[in-house]
T-cell receptor
Framework: RKEVEQDPGPFNVPEGATVAFNCTYSNSASQSFFWYRQDCRKEPKLLMSVYSSGNEDGRFTAQLNRASQYISLLIRDSKLSDSATYLCVGVRGQNFVFGPGTRLSVLP | DTAVSQTPKYLVTQMGNDKSIKCEQNLGHDTMYWYKQDSKKFLKIMFSYNNKELIINETVPNRFSPKSPDKAHLNLHINSLELGDSAVYFC???????????FGSGTQLSVL
């Protein structure tokens, strides 16, 4: 089993929709978690850290469920500019372990 | 003022050549990384250095040799390039384990 797994998508949603991504992780990559965003042909950029109690940043909400070993990202009121690949990241020691990413396309 | 900068942005070369990619960060971070992103877009760790010391070496061929002259620089030298080395190579840095990771803009390597 891979350390961090995600549904690759693509998720095609209309503008204004709410979309949720899940990510599952193994015990080895479970120190802390992040969501990164990667646009085509660009470097990954930090979207948000994921805290045990859940956290929100504007239209984005991240949740962590340690019992079931999954992390979620909810995007409300999707914008065209949200179209990107969303990478779930776990930490193992000094190493950041990346999931394969979920591709989101927000359509007009 | 770029936080993590790597050069060159594009590198096109023939099989068998030797090439280097340079990386510098001005964030004052202790830890630097090299990641490889292949055609399937999977980001995989190659190396990590903490204060000039190698701490991660993930089953990378000996043809790849990282060098960290100081904690702000981590260069990657590749000998005898092969077709399968074609990928995007990202440099990154963080303050420490579990801290946020910041990436350079990537080097697109194409081996012909």
């Amino acid at each position: 089993r891979k350390e961090v797994e995600q549904d690759p998508g693509p998720f095609n949603v209309p503008e204004g929709a709410t979309v949720a991504f899940n990510c599952t992780y193994s015990n080895s990559a479970s120190q802390s978690f992040f969501w990164y965003r990667q646009d085509c042909r660009k470097e990954p950029k930090l979207l948000m850290s994921v805290y045990s109690s859940g956290n929100e940043d504007g239209r984005f909400t991240a949740q962590l469920n340690r019992a079931s070993q999954y992390i979620s990202l909810l995007i409300r009121d999707s914008k065209l500019s949200d179209s990107a690949t969303y990478l779930c990241v776990g930490v193992r020691g000094q190493n950041f372990v990346f999931g394969p990413g979920t591709r989101l396309s927000v359509l007009p | 003022d770029t936080a993590v900068s790597q050069t060159p942005k594009y590198l096109v070369t023939q099989m068998g050549n030797d090439k280097s990619i340079k990386c510098e960060q001005n964030l004052g971070h202790d830890t630097m990384y090299w990641y490889k992103q292949d055609s399937k877009k999977f980001l995989k760790i190659m190396f990590s250095y903490n204060n000039k010391e190698l701490i991660i070496n993930e089953t990378v061929p000996n043809r790849f040799s990282p060098k960290s002259p100081d904690k702000a620089h981590l260069n990657l030298h590749i000998n005898s390039l092969e077709l399968g080395d074609s990928a995007v190579y990202f440099c990154a840095s963080s303050q420490g384990p579990g801290e946020k990771l910041f990436f350079g803009s990537g080097t697109q390597l194409s081996v012909l």
